[in-house]
């Protein structure tokens, strides 16, 4: 079992930047795949940002060249680095883990982008 606790939502103005955190705790040695997923109000989850075994970072159309992904594997830390945000980036953002055979979601952390 893998147990995924994030943090860092909150509210920000358009332009600004924010950071997420993800840190994994349990058997984190068979996860293969980590990121980000969100689920914007009234739409389905979307992938934002993920690692894919040794491959990656992926990100989604519309976070590239905006948002980064990056993990530190001593903390079994995954963090969210969103810049230049847009209200469109508004939602409910996930930590999500992929092990064989299992997959694991976080608790979810709200981020609005507003004036």
């Known amino acids: 079992q893998v147990q995924l606790v994030e943090s860092g939502g909150g509210l920000v103005q358009p332009g600004g930047s924010l950071r997420l955190s993800c840190t994994a705790s349990?058997?984190?040695?068979?996860?293969?795949?980590i990121g980000w997923y969100r689920q914007p109000p009234g739409n389905q989850r979307e992938m934002v940002a993920l690692f894919r075994g040794s491959a990656g970072p992926f990100y989604g159309d519309s976070v590239k060249g905006r948002f980064t992904i990056s993990r530190d594997n001593a903390k079994d830390t995954v963090y969210l680095e969103m810049d230049n945000m847009k209200p469109e980036d508004t939602g409910v953002y996930y930590c999500?883990?992929?092990?064989?055979?299992?997959?694991?979601w976080g608790q979810g952390t709200q981020v609005t982008v507003s004036s």
């Open positions: 999500h883990a992929r092990s064989r055979g299992s997959t694991y």
């Open positions: 349990g058997n984190t040695v068979t996860i293969i795949n």
